[in-house]
């Protein structure tokens, strides 16, 4: 478990993650509560692997995956490709590295991290460098992150890259390096026979026997079982939660909204907001210097003069006191406008200032903020009502009410999807039904749900009512699909036997492209080429010079036979290739020996069962 961090320790993390201007930011310990502890699914030398790390790069491997595949992936897929033990792999990977520079010290300054979190995530951050909290708080529930994970992923990315610099990034010598151009640039001539499956016409086709009691059919059908499987069907029943069913009913009246303003006038407060030009120097002599150097300039004169000077400075508009260091603030704003401050130290720098303008505090009208607080109150009273209605349901879950008794003593409705396979292209923009769909196919018939969150506005309850498990087809029912995929194999089966003939003989393409009566093409490929598909590229860039192989990518033929093959003479664009993924490969595997390495499979098996 991580150790609990005090208050001092969350304030530093949230400087590191949120003071990204170096001067602006405080007030960290609001976000303190997201600190909570987190069980550990690895540890390589004390170095922990939390939960939240492996369940976020688990996920992206099944996304990807899903994407690769065109579907999600069902639990059995994600076991069979060991999907978790890719995640858990390169996590235990880079806690190698992160114990090795924890070991020997190896850290970057607070303020690297920083600069490096706002340029990865700046939307985290309003206009006047203010955290955006919904933002933070979004960011952080879709990642399944804590901001603990954030600020340790940020830190040791920093230093892996700057680490990866300093002693990996090495270049292939040129001679090496000139010879892996080649080949990557290399083109093969190749004579190419390219069809349709369904355009090539087997001899004895109309030999054939294409009926029921054909054994051979019957064989193929057996043989093939698993390509003509009725997918499992489920009946699954629903409520749907949908928190904007109940904005009409907790509206706030006028009375309501002026009631909250007179008490809480304070919270419509503007407070005093100043413009102003900020210097920073490295040391009291650089300030010092600087300060008497502008004594007499006017404010054109000094920024001609910071500029001409390489002087760092930045530009603040609006910014209360606040937003800035106790330090930086308690000058900021006592300072008389247009006048240059003394020299302020902080722990970052040494600053001078000079206030451009001032904006006395001011209270909004009612008016101003009347749409403000019907939402806040209207948003506190429906999140109450539907929180205390998930605590209810959740109960009478537990007492084991059926869904239907759960909707009618909460006024809610009961919808359902019949005869519905798991995978369904239909509902893939219905983003309610995919998640009742989803989560139907991994609870057991006759079992009522928890409440399960969509998104901030909704949630549902499922229970699946009927399940029409999977099975072969009868061979009737899909009998033409049979006969098809049959003939198809049939004529592969040919083509096959004919690129086998040829090649132990003649040894000419000419005589498939007879056999098949298809025009021979002579073309120029390369292996970046997207014309082919790559199933054939790495046939063509796998193969010796007068090798001829045949490709099926789908329904598509391709026959090549390799003429020549060119290597360019100078590559146009020498590019100097980097080892660095070997000389780091072969260190992480000498610094591994040293390291302990430690696994809680039950924790990591419960969360796998979560697929």
């Known amino acids: 478990m991580f150790r609990t961090l005090g208050k001092s320790k969350i304030s530093l993390i949230l400087a590191i993650l949120f003071g990204i201007s170096l001067f602006l930011m405080r007030g960290g310990e609001r976000y303190s509560g997201l600190f909570d502890s987190d069980n550990v699914v690895a540890k390589v030398s004390g170095t922990p692997i939390s939960t939240s790390k492996f369940l976020r790069v688990m996920q992206m491997n099944v996304n990807q995956y899903s ?36 070991s020997n ?39 399944n992150l804590k901001i603990d994970d954030l600020v340790k992923i940020i830190d040791y990315e920093v230093r892996a890259r700057v680490f990866d610099k300093l002693f ?5 010598p040129n001679k090496i390096n000139n010879t892996l151009d080649k080949h990557d640039n290399h083109i093969r001539n190749i004579d190419l026979i390219n069809f349709n499956i369904n355009d090539f016409d087997l001899p004895n086709l109309n030999d054939l026997d294409i009926s029921i009691n054909n054994n051979e059919i019957v064989d193929f059908f057996n043989q093939n079982i698993n390509l003509y499987i009725n ?35 304070n919270l419509y407060l503007e407070t005093e907001k100043r413009d ?42 609006k910014v209360s006191d606040n937003d800035v260091l106790k330090d930086l603030a308690d000058v900021i704003f006592s300072l008389p406008k247009n006048q240059i401050s003394e020299i302020v130290e902080t722990p970052l720098a040494k ?66 999807i019949k005869r519905v396979e798991k995978l369904n292209n239909n509902l893939e923009k219905d983003l309610i039904q995919s998640e009742v769909i989803s989560s139907g196919f991994s609870i057991n018939k006759d079992f009522v749900s928890d409440v399960i969150d969509i998104d901030n506005e909704r949630a549902v309850i ?33 083509l096959e036997n004919k690129v086998d003939e040829i090649s132990n003989t003649t040894k000419l393409i000419s005589g ?59 590559v146009e664009e020498n590019k100097n290739i980097l080892m660095t993924s070997e000389l780091r490969s072969n260190f992480g595997a000498e610094i591994i020996k040293n390291k302990n390495i430690s696994t809680n499979d039950n924790l990591i098996q419960a969360l796998i069962s979560q697929y």
């Open 512 to 570: 498939i492209a007879e056999f098949t009566d298809v025009n021979i093409n002579n073309i120029d490929i390369n292996i970046d080429n997207i014309d082919y598909p790559l199933s054939l590229k790495n046939n063509v860039f796998s193969n010796k010079i007068k090798q001829i192989s045949i490709t099926i990518a789908g329904d598509e033929i391709y026959i090549s036979d390799i003429n020549k093959i060119f290597f360019p003479e100078i």
């Open 168 to 172: 990996f990034q090495i270049n292939y």
């Open 351 to 416: 600053h001078i200032v000079i206030v451009n303008n001032v904006y006395p505090e001011t209270q909004k009208t009612i008016e101003q903020v009347r749409k403000e607080i019907s939402n806040t109150l209207l948003d506190v009273e429906v999140g109450s009502y539907i929180l205390d209605l998930k605590n209810k349901i959740s109960q009478q879950i537990l007492d084991g009410l059926s869904l239907n008794e759960i909707a009618i003593d909460n006024a809610l409705n009961v919808s359902i």
């Open 276 to 317: 102003f030009i900020q210097f920073n120097f490295k040391n009291i002599d650089e300030a010092s210097g600087f300060k008497s150097n502008i004594s007499s300039f006017n404010y054109d004169e000094i920024i001609k003069f910071a500029k001409k000077n390489n002087i760092i400075f930045n530009n603040f508009s």
């Open 231 to 265: 997918p499992e069907k489920r009946d699954i029943s629903y409520i749907l939660i949908n928190k904007n069913d109940y904005t009409n009913q907790f509206t706030p009246s006028d009375s309501q909204i002026e009631n909250y303003y007179s008490n809480n006038k």
């Open 462 to 494: 499922i229970n699946v009512e009927q399940i029409v498990n999977e099975k072969p087809f009868d061979l009737q029912e899909v009998f033409d699909a049979v006969s098809s995929d049959w003939i198809k194999s049939l004529k592969i089966k040919s």
């Open 67 to 102: 994407q690769m595949f065109g579907r999600p992936l069902t639990p059995e897929e994600i076991q069979t490709f060991q999907i978790h033990s890719m995640a858990l792999g390169g996590l235990v990977n880079n806690a190698v590295f992160e114990n090795e520079f924890d």
């Open 105 to 143: 010290k190896f850290i970057v300054d607070e303020t690297v991290v920083a600069f490096e979190t706002k340029k990865r995530f700046p939307n985290l951050y309003k206009k006047n460098n203010k955290i955006n909290e919904q933002a933070l708080n979004s960011f952080l529930s879709k990642q």
